[in-house]
């Protein structure tokens, strides 16, 4: 796989004590929806502006798209496109006058500018909208806008700093959809952050957990789950005895078989494929299932795991909480 952007001890130290990102590096392979998941604070945005520029390391290095983020920025600028956390488009202006003006900070002659806005604006179901200065559009549309804003250079790779901070349950659906066409339609590369476990688990290819400034862990949402035990399936057999723990333990996919009173609980790295095998291995010897479950691990385990933390429980600082609530009441406006 290729390695569309590479990162190399990247560190941002703000007023000379705060270590806003500490020492990251990783990878992030072409085609790839790649999710930066962490609590307020963390340092998901901090990095989102060093790699696209916006923002010096103090220490550290990174290439995006093949170019240097401190000696080719034009280079890397050009490459990708951008969807800050904060909202940037302009409210005297309607959608389509904002896409033009990001087309022109680009420098895109207006044929093209105004031909990728008529399908900018038909990706992001803002068609209907297009004429509408943005004071008027709600908080979905806005997130919409800001979309196609980023994708007007028609960019190989897209950064998304909390695309669905603050959006309803259909909107945010809705976001999630457009990503999964940019990636498969398009064979766009996203990089994004969240702190929606289940947006992280849905969406992305790959995550990394980040607290701290650190990178805790990498991997697909499968890996990381699995990295904590995988599944759990329990099956209950009526006959006590024999033991069938070897038996089942040579099954495909199970990884450990305890035997306690009455059941047997077996980890897996598939449950779904592992479930019906352990099933028919049981009655094909003539023993009876009389139950069976299977429980999948999820994000918030592997969140919990690795940060020793709850997610949504999360204490954010006063300003953090305050910066927070001013993206919130905007993103609601
Ligand atoms: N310009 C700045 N000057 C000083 N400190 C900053 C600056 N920008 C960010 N910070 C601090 O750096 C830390 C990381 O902030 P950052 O915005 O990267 O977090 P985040 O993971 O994006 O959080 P959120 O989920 O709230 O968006 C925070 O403690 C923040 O207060
Ligand atoms: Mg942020």
């Keep these: 796989m290729r390695k569309i952007i590479e990162v190399k001890g990247l560190t941002k130290v703000f007023n000379d004590r705060l270590k806003?990102?500490?020492?990251?590096?990783?990878?992030?392979?072409?085609?790839?929806?790649?999710?930066?998941?962490?609590?307020?604070?963390?340092?998901?945005?901090?990095?989102?502006?060093?790699?696209?520029?916006?923002?010096?390391?103090?220490s550290g290095t990174a290439t995006v798209c093949g170019f240097d983020i401190a000696k080719q920025a034009n280079k890397v600028?050009?490459?990708?496109?951008?969807?800050?956390?904060?909202?940037?488009?302009?409210?005297?202006?309607?959608?389509?006058?904002n896409i033009m003006f990001c087309a022109s900070l680009y420098g895109i002659p207006k044929d093209v500018a105004k031909r990728r806005a008529d399908e900018l604006l038909q990706l992001v179901g803002l068609k209907d909208s297009a004429n509408k200065k943005v004071m008027n559009y709600s908080g979905g549309m806005r997130r919409r806008l800001?979309?196609?804003?980023?994708l007007i250079n028609h960019p190989r790779l897209l950064f998304l700093d909390e695309p669905t901070l603050g959006l309803d349950v259909q909107t945010r659906a809705a976001v999630w959809e457009y990503i999964r066409k940019l990636k498969n339609d398009y064979g766009m590369t996203?990089?994004?952050t969240t702190h929606?476990?289940?947006?992280?688990?849905?969406?992305?290819?790959?995550?990394?957990?980040?607290?701290?400034?650190?990178?805790?862990?990498?991997?697909?949402?499968?890996?990381?789950?699995?990295?904590?035990?995988g599944d759990v399936i329990e099956v209950g057999v009526l006959e006590k005895e024999p033991d069938l723990s070897q038996m089942i333990m040579n099954i495909s996919y199970v990884k450990e078989v305890k035997r306690l009173d009455g059941y047997y609980r077996i980890k897996s790295d598939?449950?779904?494929?592992?479930?019906?095998?352990?099933?028919?291995?049981?009655?094909?010897?003539?023993?009876?299932?009389?139950?069976?479950?299977?429980?999948?691990?999820?994000?918030?385990?592997?969140?919990?795991?690795?940060?020793?933390?709850?997610?949504?429980?999360?204490?954010?600082?006063?300003?953090?909480?305050?910066a927070q609530r001013f993206t919130l009441r905007r993103a609601r406006a």
């Design 196 to 229: 929606y476990l289940e947006e992280a688990d849905s969406i992305c290819d790959r995550i990394a957990i980040i607290d701290h400034g650190k990178i805790i862990k990498v991997g697909t949402p499968q890996e990381l789950k699995s990295s904590i035990g």
């Design 270 to 322: 598939s449950g779904e494929q592992a479930a019906p095998a352990i099933i028919d291995l049981i009655r094909s010897r003539g023993y009876h299932v009389t139950r069976i479950s299977l429980s999948k691990p999820s994000l918030d385990q592997v969140y919990l795991e690795y940060t020793g933390r709850n997610l949504r429980d999360e204490q954010a600082d006063s300003s953090d909480i305050l």
């Design 77 to 97: 600028r050009a490459s990708i496109g951008v969807v800050p956390q904060e909202y940037t488009a302009d409210e005297d202006m309607t959608g389509y006058e």
């Design 190 to 192: 996203l990089f994004m």
């Design 146 to 150: 800001e979309l196609a804003c980023g």
């Design 20 to 58: 806003a990102v500490d020492n990251v590096t990783f990878d992030v392979y072409e085609g790839e929806v790649f999710g930066f998941l962490g609590p307020n604070g963390a340092g998901k945005t901090t990095t989102i502006k060093m790699l696209t520029t916006l923002l010096k390391p103090t």
